[in-house]
């Protein structure tokens, strides 16, 4: 009798199958992008779309990760100095225990300024909710709104997994 978290076809027979590096393929997060430009108006809608994430590793001890994935917007700031990118708006999905391919399927919405469009990046990064560590990343990706063909007059929709 199966616990219904796995089923038996997905068990392998093969030890030596599952840690085969040829068999493995690497974490990914699924998202989607999309500025929508308000007519006579300087700020733009942009929805963020968190989708899902495939192949997460399992903790050090062996145990299950517990996933989440935060969403921060950043504005890059040019100076001399070199600065940091500064945080103009923070989002976190769920955490869905016990996964190593979580569906999230959650969209974000916020405002930016039209004029800042071409200065704002994304970063998504996956994180594992650990009771004893805290919070651990487990790996993180970005992109720019130009990259993703958002600054232009009329956007579509852009979806990737990275």
Request: hydrophobic residues 30%; charged residues 25%.
């Amino acid at each position: 009798m199966s616990s219904g978290r796995t089923s038996q076809s997905s068990i392998k027979s093969n030890p030596a199958d599952l840690h085969s590096p040829d068999k493995l393929s690497p974490p990914a997060v699924t998202f989607s992008l999309l500025a929508s430009i308000i007519p006579d108006s300087n700020t733009v809608k942009l929805a963020m779309s968190v989708e899902s994430a495939t192949d997460l590793p399992a903790r050090d001890y062996g145990a299950h990760c517990d996933p989440w994935v935060s969403v921060t917007i950043l504005r890059d700031r040019r100076s001399i100095r070199r600065r940091p990118p500064a945080p103009v708006a923070f989002f976190k999905t769920k955490t869905i225990r016990h996964a190593h391919n979580p569906f999230y399927s959650q969209t974000f919405l916020t405002d930016i300024q039209k004029n800042e469009m071409k200065e704002i990046s994304l970063q998504f990064s996956v994180m594992d909710q650990d009771r004893y560590c805290g919070s651990v990343e487990m790996g993180h990706t970005s992109i720019t709104l130009k990259d993703a063909k958002q600054t232009v007059e009329e956007p579509e929709k852009f979806t990737t997994t990275q």
